[in-house]
């Protein structure tokens, strides 16, 4: 059990996942606008977003704000803030981007997945509220992730699915952009 709990504290580095954000974002050329990014594991996401953009990364794992602090290029201009979800955020945003835990736990024994079955839903529940009027949210979802999240998303968000990637063994994986 320590070993477990050890693991769930590393800092998530940079894997497919956060390669095929990161390579979306970067064609949507996002400029001057308020962005929040919720659990920024290494930082590489914000780091790219704070060239052009204002940024405020967040994630629940002090270990991960720390070493983003050390390790984004950009740290000066992005505002680090250890919390769980939206905790700690009292702004309003243009731009809320989320690569979850989006495994189930078990599915594997790793930062991907949660411990927390609610943490999407408890995302998706209080996101809205962050949202500038024009406001959007991208967030990662797998073909592995909880119904439950594909369903609260299609009641209660305008939404489309922006790319979708095949992974080894079938898995895809989805950026939805949510309004
Ligand atoms: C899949 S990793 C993504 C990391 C990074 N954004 C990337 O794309 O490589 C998920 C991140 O969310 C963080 N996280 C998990 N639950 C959270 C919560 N309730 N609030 C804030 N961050 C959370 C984890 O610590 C981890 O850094």
Known sequence: MRIHKKIKQQVYLPREDTFFLLNFLKKQKYS????????????????????????????????????????????????????DLFEKINNEFDLIVFNPPYLPPDEYDDLISTTDNEVII????????????????????SSLSLKKNFDYIKKNYEFRIAQEKTLAFGEKLFIYVLE
């Open 32 to 83: 001057r606008l308020r962005i929040l990014e919720i659990g920024t594991g290494s930082g590489i996401i914000a780091d790219f977003l704070a060239e052009k953009n204002k940024v405020i990364a967040t994630d629940i794992n002090e270990e991960a704000i720390n070493f983003a602090k050390k390790n984004c290029k950009n740290a000066h201009k992005i505002k680090f803030i250890v919390s």
């Open 122 to 141: 408890n995302f998706l529940k209080k996101a809205k509220k962050y949202l500038s009027r024009k406001g959007k949210i991208i967030l990662i979802l």
